[in-house]
Structure formats: structure tokens, C-alpha cells
């Protein structure tokens, strides 16, 4: 499949807006096409879950009802839009009266999701769709040498494993290293950021991020390779945080994975909001600067 | 002599069936009841050295009739859903679908741990929603700190400045156009919900 119903959500348009960019320019040079959601709203992320199940469901549902209309699947780069939108299929397919209810609140607007649609992850669609073989023929700036931590963060793999494994995954690790780069071992792979931790009981996630930026410098990385938004703006925004609270000297830039593949397909990194990040990834781009763009 | 077993009082058996309604609203619900005790959620679970009852003693106090004191301790607000609880369970309980349902509990009964905000940045973040149909980091995050630590709001000022002048917050909210749409989809879900 080519086109995809593309669900940015709200950290894309803001915190994580390097992410979409890069995703856009990626899948763009990949031959397939991002139609964004018309006026899509918050998926509810796992705050509504906490309040209201039916209008968490029927909230993220509207979205669903949306793509449906556009006859296309979803394509989801946040980790916690991609696992709710996924929960909202999943548990609304279980439960026919559920279903039922969501649906007499979606008719409220006009809308009816009666034809799931299925929702994907970008890095799902980049390995098992597009292929690393053509991936790989369209490299023209290899990454080797560059040692890189695969981090996928929690919620990619769980809870549904719904592409890769929930305790070792290996979809980034094969992806980047088709782009050349050192995939270096990296024991945080899917261990928590903390998430929204980090705002409301902050201790306890910085020392979750303490963790996750140590395994990765002991493990010889020179940079994080991230596919979620709060992950990347836990371990790249606290960073001095952590190391003034833990007396460490961290200097490590998180990068989405996209940017890792957009460099490599010798697209600008400004175009992808690398420029744009809090810890300059001076060795990626320095491979960016080595192709005319 | 065979001890006499009491009832619960009015006000757990009241919280018994609210939980046991939550408990199916997802799928396997019940497997709660063949918890083995085992630890495997608590070990797995990268927060729970800082809960004050872990996820298994949840699970136990629940069995002990005590759900008011679960709904009075921090844990079901430090859970950051990870769910490695949930796929390492070796009898397959969704434990944080489990934690959810306790959430949605001590929201819709204003039960809270003292001296704890988390619950308020979820009230704050729904009405966002409703407001604008997307999140509004800034005004979600001050609204929080107003409430809980009005000091931090200062302290992250730089941050904040940093991430504005690239582009990576915004200082107005994004609303959607048609936000009568997802008003509506609210109302109505609200009515059709039991909680």
C-alpha cells in the first residue's frame, strides 16, 4: 500500500515537530504518500483512559471514523497515539455493546466506524512495507562507523507486540543497520522514559533517564535513535538536568529514527528539523554535509 | 468454633461492584482472580520502588477487601503505562488496564492520595480536549504547576524559552475547526458511559 491516513498528533506539531518532518520528507522520497487526517483531534493519550472509558474510545474513534471515510489505513508516529488508536480497535472490536455505545456518540458528529481501519507505526511500514532491500538501494550517504542506540521505548511493542517482539525488538536495529550504521547493544531498548513523569513526580523520572542515557554511553553509543516523542524529550530536554542532579556530564543528541534514515537518503537535514534539536547531532550531520542536497 | 466472616462495610462493597464493572470493560478483566502472587509485576515494573504499594500488593489488598486504601496511595498515579507488567504476567492479567480502571474509580468518587497533583494534570488535559480538541502543552503544564508547585513554573522558564525559540512549543493553543464535532462525540459518550 502506498497511501496512508497520516494521524500526526498533537506532540508532531509541536515538541516532536522534527519527527514530523522527517517522517513527511522519508516516506515522501519512498514514493508514499502522508494525506493528513482533515482536522483530526487528540487521540486522549493514556490521560482520558484515566477519566472515562467510553469517551476515551469514542474521542480517539473519531479519528479512526475519519481515516475510514479516506478508505486508507493509519499511519501513527507518536507511540502513545499509535498504541491508543490501537486499543480503541482492539477493545471496541472485543465488545459489541461498546462499539454499539461509540458509535451512537460518534453519530452526534455525523460519523459512523464500522470498517475498522488498521493502524500502523512508520517503522512497521519502512521494514515490513517499503522493504530494507529498496530502502537499502536508495542509501547514498552510508552511516558507517556512526554507533547508534536503537531506542524503542515502551509502547511500540506493548502491550501488543503488534509488529516486534515486546522484550527484544529488532525492526530499528535491522533498519539502521541497512543504512550502514553501528547498532551498538543497548540494554534500555524498551525500558520506560517515564513518560508524563516527568512533569508530575519528576524524581522518579530522572532516574529513569539517568539509566537510559548511561547504557547508552556504556555501551559506546554516540547518539539515541528514538520513535517516540516523550522519550525523546525526556532523555534530550532533562539532560542537564540530570546531569546537574546526578553530577554526569551527558552530551548525547536524540534523534528520531527517521532523521537517521532521511540523512542517509541525503535529504537536508534542516528540511527535517534536525537543526532543531537541543543537542546538536554534529556527527549525523557531518554525514549530511559529505552529499550535495 | 467457626469464625463468623462480616460482610464488607456499605462502603467497600459499594467500591467492590464499581471495580468489578471496570473490570469488564476490557478484555480478561476477571483473570484478576487467578493472580498468583508472585511478584512478577512489581519486580518487572521500573516505578515501583518509588510506589508505596507495589502492584502486587494491589492485587492483595483488593483480595483483602481494602480498595479505599489502594485508591488512597500513590500507585496507580505513578504508573507511566508502560505495560511490561502486562505482557510478563504469567497468568496473562492486564495490570495496567487493571490500574486504569482503579483510576477511573477514584476519579469519578474524588478519592486521591494527600498531597498529590498527578490526577490533576488528567482533569487539566481533558479539558483541553474539550476546549480545544488537541493538547495545549503550555497551558496544560501551567495550569499543573499553578496547582501543585508554583516555584518549578519559574525554574523552567528557560527551558521553555529554548524549546519556543525553536519552533517546539507553542505558545497559543491548536484547535480544530470543527470542535463542535468532538464536543458533541464528549456529551454524548458522557451519557452513554457509566462512569
Redesign the interface.
Known sequence: MSDYAYYPGCSLETAASPYDKSVREVFKALGINLHEIEDWNCCGATMYMSVNNTVAYSISARNLALAQKMGMDVCAPCSSCFTILQKTNRYIDWDPKEREKINQALAAANLVYDKPVAVRHPLDILVNEIGLDTIKAKVVNSLAGLKVAPYYGCQIVRPYGYFDDVDDPVTMNKLLQALGAEVTHYPGKVRCCGGMLMTTEENIALKLNLGLLQAAVDNGAEMIATACPLCQMNLEAYQNKINQAFGKNFNIPIVYFTHLVGVALGMSPAKMGLDKLLVSPDKLLARAKEVRV | MIERIEPFPKSEAELRTAFWG?LG???EGDKIKTCLQCGTCSGTC??SY?MDITPRQVVALFRAGRIEDILHSRTI??C?????C??RCPVGI?V?DTL?AL??IA?SRKIYPAQF???T???A??G??YKY???Y?LGL?IR?FLKSNIVKLFTMAG?GM??IR?????ILP?K???I???Q???????Q??E?
Open positions: 471496570q470493560k476490557f478484555p521500573p516505578v518509588a498515579w505513578i507511566a503505562s508502560c505495560y511490561s502486562t505482557v492486564r495496567t486504569y483510576k477511573r476519579m497533583h498527578v490526577q494534570m488528567s482533569k488535559f481533558i483541553n480536549i480538541g488537541r493538547n502543552e503544564v499543573f527551558f529554548a524549546m525553536r519552533g517546539r512549543l507553542a491548536s480544530i475547526k470543527r463542535n464535532e468532538v458533541a462525540i464528549i456529551k454524548r459518550a458522557s452513554l458511559g462512569n
